[in-house]
């Protein structure tokens, strides 16, 4: 099965547009098309899709340009135009998600 028939939306033509690594013991997918950024775990499971706007609190939609994950702490971090967001996991109510860490 190829990621293009579970994953909805065109990869963005940058060479960074998409990653695949392994935080504890699951291996997510993180991938820009057009002005958002999608999470999976393993290719079937969507965790979530983050706007460019949450990078700049603003209306402008930027193209995310790279996206990157890091197997020791979860962290994800992707560049819209000068602009690089980091993002942390955070565990609330049973419910896994990305919240904005720094810019």
């Not at 013991?25 to 999976?40: D, E, F, Q």
């Amino acid at each position: 099965m190829f990621l293009e028939s579970i994953c909805p939306g065109q990869v963005n033509p940058q060479p960074h547009a998409i990653e695949a690594f392994v935080w504890k013991s699951i291996r997510y997918i993180i991938y820009a098309t057009g002005s958002k950024v999608v999470i999976y775990a393993d290719p079937a499971k969507l965790v979530q899709i983050i706007s460019s706007t949450t990078l700049a609190n603003d209306d402008q939609r930027e193209l995310v340009t790279a996206v990157a994950g890091c197997p020791r702490s979860g962290r994800l971090a992707f560049a819209c135009g000068s602009q690089i967001g980091i993002f942390q996991y955070s565990d609330t109510k049973s419910k896994v998600s990305l919240e904005k860490k720094s810019i």
